[in-house]
């Protein structure tokens, strides 16, 4: 990638705005909307915003000192209301936005680089989200970065059922590679 497409990953801090976060998080989420997904970001409001991110540690991508992504990490051990997110090997993301003008151009996976080494960090051994289970594009995005389909849930929250999908971030031995 040219240095024209890699961005600035850094903490959320103190000094950004969860009412211009929140507002990014909604255009993201637009296109789902559209679709009739009731996604949480398609709605939620700067007070939920600010719950999400102070369970976790949320990361936003910078271009040219403007924040045109964000993602949000939970920890291993972080009880979450799913038996395969309760695992104490799983890390999760959640709120994963990139601003509509910058989607498909890779911004998102270098966010999702960024914590699939620092869920590493944290100790955990999975990684995993979850996404509308007619979500397809965003079903088949994460199925070619790696991740399977390992659980199903229904969150009162969305009117759609879900799909949890994990990638391993353990490096195995088979065979006598690495």
Avoid at 46 to 72: A, H, W
Avoid at 151 to 161: M, P
Wanted: glycine share 6%; aromatic share 10%.
């Amino acid at each position: 990638m040219t240095s024209e497409t890699n961005i600035e990953i850094r903490r959320l801090d103190n000094k950004d705005s969860l009412e211009k976060l929140t507002s990014l998080i909604h255009r993201a989420y637009r296109q789902l909307a559209d679709l009739g997904f009731r996604y949480w970001g398609t709605h939620q409001t700067t007070e939920d915003t600010k719950k999400r991110v102070s369970n976790g540690e949320c990361y936003v991508g910078v271009n040219k000192s403007k924040i045109i992504g964000t993602i949000l990490l939970t920890p291993p051990c972080k009880i979450i209301g799913n038996p395969y997110y309760n695992r104490p090997d799983v890390s999760t993301f959640h709120q994963f936005a990139i601003e509509p003008d910058f989607q498909n151009k890779g911004y998102g996976s270098q966010l999702l680089n960024f914590i699939e080494n620092r869920a590493i960090e944290l100790g955990a051994r999975e990684l995993a989200c979850d996404t509308a289970d007619k979500a397809v594009h965003l079903i088949d995005f994460y199925l070619r970065r790696g991740y399977r389909k390992v659980d199903e849930a229904d969150w009162d929250i969305t009117n759609y059922k879900s799909v949890i999908l994990s990638k391993s971030l353990s490096i195995k031995y088979q065979c006598g590679e690495w």
